[in-house]
């Protein structure tokens, strides 16, 4: 069974870390790029970072440069997105996602990939 599992969220107060995983099984996740989304209530989802097949090109929004940073383990088949620095702007669900080549392209095309269930993110005090 294809799947994409997404962990390590939760409540965390402003200035915070916190690291998520997404976790791929049924399917090489090394063989794809791996893209990290947000949706926060009432606002439409967004692409926060994502990482090539090789993790040579990283690409980030400028909302998060410099505070998250976006990982890959392919021996585990696994990717990761280490937040730091996290503000309240920053709650939303955090969604994974894998497709062939979608990272740093002008015409992605994620929406043909394999998508998370999401985890939450909270940031509060």
């Known amino acids: 069974q294809v799947q994409l599992v997404e962990s390590g969220g939760g409540l965390v107060q402003p200035g915070g870390s916190l690291r998520l995983s997404c976790a791929a099984s049924?399917?090489?996740?090394?063989?794809?790029?791996i893209g990290w989304f947000r949706q926060a209530p009432g606002k439409e989802r967004e692409e926060v970072s994502c990482?090539?097949?090789?993790?040579?090109?990283?690409h980030y929004a400028d909302s998060v440069k410099g505070r998250f940073t976006v990982t890959r383990g392919n021996a585990d088949n696994t990717g990761y997105l280490q937040m730091n620095s996290l503000k309240p702007e920053d709650t939303a669900v955090y969604f994974c996602?894998?497709?062939?080549?979608?990272?740093?392209?002008?015409?992605?095309?994620?929406?043909?990939?394999?998508w998370g269930q999401g985890t939450q993110v909270t940031v509060s005090s």
């Open positions: 996602a894998a497709e062939p080549a979608s990272c740093g392209r002008s015409y992605p095309d994620w929406h043909r990939g394999y």
């Open positions: 049924g399917f090489r996740l090394g063989y794809y790029d």
């Open positions: 990482i090539t097949v090789s993790g040579g090109n990283t």
